[in-house]
């Protein structure tokens, strides 16, 4: 069973420029989140969609923006890109009802110069 | 809301001696509680997680984890550990009703290096 997929692994971006990271759940979820970790804050909630509806959403600026299309898989944008932007992107999905297991990908490393 | 805080930010070890990774949370309704372990470059991993029933609960490579309500934690353990064991372990927490149910809310995280 495939696991969660994210693609980019490592990207690098000038700052003012946006960039999209892509992640493709667990066959059979219909949940996916993301997560944003870095050295100074830690592991911090941005949003959650199931079944291509935000229900929930982290205290993040609106240039960080999600979406989810029918078939589960999500994408995330982060526009006019800051130097503190630079961080691990992580994905999670699972089927969405509180207490199931959240399985993580492997994070999207996004550096802004 | 709900906050967790991770009592030690590292925590050094000599093989095969036993561990305790501490873990505290507060919030104002039930939760669910989970232990997450991040290896190096690579995303995280559940170790264990506590929904109801027993309090001692059992997860994978050797590791438990007991929820006591009264002082609200939720430590790690395990008896013996590995080098392989080195890494970053995450608690969380997740509120178990409500229209903020959808999250994990992390404690900072505790790096455990097991020495040789």
């Known amino acids: 069973k495939a696991g969660v997929t994210q693609t980019p692994r490592y990207l690098i971006k000038t700052r003012g420029q946006q960039v999209t990271l892509s992640c493709s759940p667990i066959?059979?979820?219909?949940?996916v989140s993301w997560y944003q970790q870095t050295p100074g804050q830690g592991l911090q909630f941005l949003f959650e969609y199931f079944s291509e509806t935000q229900r929930n959403k982290g205290n993040f600026p609106g240039r960080f923006s999600g979406r989810q299309f029918s078939n589960s898989r999500s994408e995330m944008n982060v526009s006019t890109l800051e130097l503190g932007d630079s961080a691990l992107y992580l994905c999670?999905?699972?089927?969405?009802?509180?207490?199931?297991?959240?399985?993580f990908g492997e994070g999207s490393w996004l550096t802004v110069v | 809301a709900q906050s967790v805080t991770q009592l030690d930010s590292q925590v050094p070890v000599f093989e095969e001696a036993p561990v305790e990774l501490r873990c505290n949370y507060s919030s104002s309704v039930s939760v669910y509680l989970f232990w997450y372990v991040q290896y190096p470059n690579q995303g995280l991993q559940l170790l264990l997680k506590?929904?109801?029933?027993?309090?001692l609960v059992k997860g994978i490579n050797g590791f438990e984890a007991e929820f006591n309500k009264s002082q609200t934690s939720f430590h790690l353990r395990k008896p013996s550990v590995h080098i392989s064991d080195t890494a970053e372990y995450f608690c969380?927490?997740?509120?178990?009703?409500?229209?903020?149910?959808?999250?994990?809310?992390f404690g900072k995280g505790t790096l455990l290096t097991v020495n040789p």
């Open positions: 999670a999905s699972s089927r969405g009802i509180p207490g199931n297991t959240i399985y």
């Open positions: 506590y929904l109801s029933g027993s309090t």
């Open positions: 066959s059979g979820h219909r949940s």
């Open positions: 969380a927490v997740n509120r178990n009703s409500g229209g903020s149910n959808y999250k994990l809310t």
